[in-house]
């Protein structure tokens, strides 16, 4: 009960941070719609349908913010976001890592709650309630503290882990009707473990027989994502060595460890990554393997005129609708631009979504652009950041012209004005020559391996 009532004083809470122009706009909706409501056609109308029940609905102020969503889809049309006509085709390694697998990750920036962090990944706000039962010290967000979490196919969060510091981690883990909470603290030896193999059938098996967890797996695939695809490029012969470093305690290992350097050899090409001290991966020479994420995919900034919303109520059934993605109130032909690097994996009609493109970044992240009056891109396109992929329109289930525009990542659509987006800065310039010495050391001992 105390849920849903902390619940409502947070959207009246909203209601009052709105701007005097917002809640003239939402006062006159109000006032349109309960005329629409008091009004009896006194003709017979052809479609009477949408009034017919009008009777049983009542409306409370709660859920009037909704109504102010102009420009933007109807609300209670919902895109299923696992709908596979919405979603990258999966690769094997796509299938192999089941969702469950996934790490999801986020270090705090300044001034961010836990709320706002459940909030920015629509992480489900009930499991963020049953944490804090359990020890309230999970709402101490402090900046730089890394958050690492687990969710089942249903979004439910399975497991979170705060590092509070090197050495310790609260760990909130679903224990079928409540969070257990434990704390960790490292005080074992690392010691580097050296595992390597050859590609046999595919990649995943054989990175498992060689001693790889499917948490390292994944971390390699991320890390590569740019440079090589493990779900396509990987080839019978292909060999590898991976240094991970593990926590001994008294002789026994008491990790999995973490990747801190990779080798892999395809078809006679040389693909490395080392990890520095300030956690990140680079190649050997300290260049970046990311590929940086632009926020907008417009030159011009628009007014958003309906956000990223996982929690937004219908307003007459008061069921969860969520808007995954943010509208932007662009005038029809506006041009479109790709956000990053990728692959055009969608470029087609759908009756709610219109004219629409999905872009592949990696493997991580996914882009989706709805609404377009014209498609400029063909599936299996190549884009670059910045490619004029569309132009802006009104077609499908709209109320006005806007872009859609969504941002997924590991499956799940974020608020892409809000996350943390990839950045591709090579090594600090004062450290880069040390570190390319220790990296060749390291790459030199893998190569023993393979
Ligand atoms: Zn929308």
Redesign the pocket.
Known sequence: MSKSIKYKEAIAARFGTLSKRHKFVLLSLFLFTCAIFIWKPTHSLQSTSSVSNRNEVSLSSENLQTLADQN??PVGTIFDPNDPEFNAPKDELDEQLAAKDILHSHTVASGETLGAIFNQYALPMSDMYSLLEVNKSAANMRVGVDLEWQQDEDGKLTELKIHRNIKDTDVYAWAGDKYSFTQQQEEGEIKPVFLSGRVTSNFYNSARSAGLTPGQIQTLAKQLQWKFDFGKEARKGDKFAVEVDKEFIDGKAVSSGEVKAVLYENAGREITLVKHTDDHYYDVQGRSLNRALERYPTHQRFRIS?PFDPYRKHPITGRISP?N???FAAPVGTSVYATGDGVVVRALHHPLAGNYVIIKHGREYMTRY?HLSKILVKKGQKVSMGDKIALSGNTGRSTGP?L?YELIKNGRAVNSMKVPLPQASPVKESERAHFKQQAKLTIDALRDQV
């Open positions: 933007s889809e309906s808007h993605g943010t509208d709805l806007h859609h």
